[in-house]
């Protein structure tokens, strides 16, 4: 069978070729041993065991993959949390109105060029948990233009939230593919507690998701990487007080993600602070507040001076990703006070 150059995909490194006739190839026992089979989402394709590779209809030479990779355009994606609404919008929250905070949040979004494709909103998006509050957070995301997916944490109303967050741009759903990613957002809210918990019902939910991502792609093929989202962390971020209220049970988290290699990114709340570690190959990311942030590090309650903020995220089809934190220049007089909110 005859290999010839496929013009539209040449690289730098390395020629891409494309078989003339897929179908012929298909069990060809007269290859030689030079070669394998190998499943693709289009076709079967023959490439060479050693430094051939596929890619979509394509064979390219296995050190342009990463190059090709990152030619692609990456999916980018900010990451909102721990927003604190009022009903009133004059309202603050330690001495800060969260509204001016949040404006000044989404301006800094409007001006980024180009724009997130999307925005996740990981939790504690209302402080009172009031259908108004929800709304106003409706009309807040209007100038975004931007399709965008919630999740609940413990100041939530979570009938409130579904009552209210659920038009277009705005979108309801806890499961959805955006850019050769996996999203998967899930609830660790408990009523009337400040504690996250994962009910089993949601543990099974995320292990059914994972495995029909998993199983879709056949055992040949590997599944598109994949974004899990909640709002507590699950570890400790040594800071005594707010460690009390992590997520209790992360240890079943654990075992869920464990079973599936596709998880590359766990994204949070709840700490009001940046956040970075990494476990069994994720990298878990806690993100802070576009309110007030607390103290890194603190025994008891304390706020810190930083700005508030937001994480912004580009995600490639080969599962690497990159990160960064943006600051606000907001500023209030905040309560340094206060014990607890």
């Known amino acids: 069978m005859k290999l010839r150059p496929f013009k539209p995909c040449v690289l730098q490194q390395g020629l891409v070729y494309q078989f ?11 290859a030689g041993a030079g070669y394998q089979e190998v499943a693709t989402p289009t076709a079967q394709l023959l490439c060479l065991k050693s430094n051939i590779l ?7 030479e296995r050190k342009s993959v990463s190059a090709i990779m990152k030619q692609v355009s990456p999916l980018s994606i900010a990451q909102i949390t721990d927003i604190h609404l009022f009903t009133d919008d004059n309202q603050k929250l330690l001495g800060l109105p969260t509204t001016q905070s949040f404006q000044a949040v989404i301006e800094r979004l409007l001006s980024l060029q180009p724009q997130p494709d999307l925005l996740l909103l990981t939790g504690d998006l209302s402080q009172d948990g009031t259908p108004e509050s929800y709304e106003r957070l409706q009309d807040l995301l209007i100038p975004l233009e931007m399709p965008t997916y919630w999740l609940s944490g413990n100041h939530d109303c979570i009938s409130a939230m579904q009552q209210v967050l ?4 705005i979108s309801p759903r806890k499961a959805f ?6 999203f998967l957002l899930i609830d660790s809210s408990v009523p009337g507690c400040v504690h996250g918990n994962l009910s089993l019902e949601t543990l099974d939910w995320l292990d059914f998701r ?19 989202a909640l709002h507590h962390p699950p570890f400790r971020v040594n800071s005594h007080w707010l460690d009390t ?7 079943v988290f654990f075992a869920v993600l464990d079973r599936y290699p596709q998880v590359k990114l766990v994204l949070f709340g ?3 602070q940046e956040f970075n570690r990494q476990r069994n190959g994720v990298h878990y990311l806690g993100s802070p507040s576009t309110s007030v942030q607390f103290e890194p590090q603190s025994s008891s309650f ?21 990160t960064r934190i943006e600051r606000v220049a907001y500023s209030h007089k905040l309560d340094l006070a206060a014990t607890g909110y």
């Open 245 to 251: 209220s992590k997520l209790q049970n992360p240890e």
């Open 302 to 322: 304390s706020l810190s001076h930083e700005k508030p903020g937001l994480r912004l995220l580009k995600l490639y089809p080969d599962g690497s990703w990159e």
């Open 166 to 169: 659920n038009r277009a741009p």
């Open 210 to 228: 994972l495995r029909l991502m998993s199983d879709s792609f056949g055992s040949n093929s590997v599944p598109h990487p994949t974004v899990v």
């Open 54 to 60: 596929p890619f979509g209809n394509c064979l390219l």
């Open 20 to 30: 003339s006739s897929v179908a012929r190839i298909i069990n060809n026992k007269s």
């Open 270 to 272: 709840h700490i009001h």
């Open 177 to 182: 593919t955006q850019g050769g990613w996996n």
